[in-house]
């Protein structure tokens, strides 16, 4: 079976902290990707990863960056977390997307970051 | 613009009944694919099904069926014979630029979601 593993299910944070959320992947995936998922908004991307050293901004970057040094590893750091910050953060992964399109992606347990 | 409407923010339904969950989307690619998720409260997102643009047939996976209405953009998720384990939240998503010359790396658009209650 794929795993994905968040480190923490829950966190909290004050503001102005730097945060690293990370994840790790067990199924030599190429992609990964970084959700936030918030109430009536569904899952918004907010970085993705194709391959070691290579990241796309998602849909709403701004105050987070990402760092991919190993394959199977990928972190999502606030810089100065804010209070605007507070969410649920989704790892997924999946194989390289070629012409494909059934790309399952899958998805570790979630962090629920709190930023006071 | 929204590219993925999930209009159900709730949904009930009676043990054993079966329950459809709405899905519409939107887009101007030829060539995409359909997911069904489900978020239990432990929040891992579990893939249910995919339907891709060019398929024939409606997907289907044991109580998952996928009601794919290519005309009207919509793929409406049926379950059958709910059971209690069912209740969780529900995400349709899509994936777009695939085919000759896509690249779109295997992005998720998802929808807002739908809280799916199964009552015994």
């Known amino acids: 079976d794929v795993k994905v593993t968040q480190s923490s299910r829950y966190l909290v944070k004050r503001t102005g902290e730097k945060v690293f959320l990370e994840c790790v992947q067990d199924?030599?995936?190429?992609?990964m990707f970084w959700y936030r998922q918030d109430p009536g908004l569904g899952l918004r991307l907010i970085y993705f990863?194709?391959?070691?050293?290579?990241?796309e901004k998602g849909d709403i970057p701004e105050g987070y960056s990402v760092s991919r040094e190993k394959k199977e590893r990928f972190s999502l750091i606030l810089e100065s977390a804010s209070t605007n910050q507070t969410s649920m953060y989704l790892c997924?992964?999946?194989?390289?997307?070629?012409?494909?399109?059934?790309?399952?992606?899958?998805f570790g347990a979630g962090t629920r970051l709190s930023v006071l | 613009a929204q590219k993925i409407t999930q209009t159900q923010p709730g949904m009930f339904v009676q043990e054993k009944e079966a329950v459809t969950l709405d899905c519409t989307y939107d887009?101007?690619?030829?060539?995409?694919?359909l997911f069904w998720y489900k978020q239990p409260s432990s929040g891992e997102m579990i893939f249910l099904i995919y339907?891709?643009?060019?398929?024939?047939q409606n997907a289907t996976e044991g109580r998952y069926s996928l009601n794919f209405q290519k005309a009207r953009k919509s793929a409406n998720l049926v379950i059958s014979a709910s059971q209690l384990g069912d209740s969780a939240m529900y995400f349709c998503?899509?994936?777009?630029?695939?085919?000759?010359?896509?690249?779109?790396?295997?992005?998720?658009?998802f929808g807002q979601g739908t809280i799916l209650t199964v009552h015994p």
């Open positions: 339907q891709g643009s060019y398929d024939q």
């Open positions: 997924a992964s999946s194989l390289i997307s070629g012409r494909e399109a059934k790309n399952i992606q899958y």
């Open positions: 990863s194709y391959d070691v050293k290579m990241k």
């Open positions: 998503a899509m994936r777009e630029g695939v085919g000759a010359g896509g690249t779109s790396y295997g992005k998720l658009t």
């Open positions: 887009t101007s690619d030829p060539s995409y694919g």
């Open positions: 199924m030599d995936h190429e992609n």
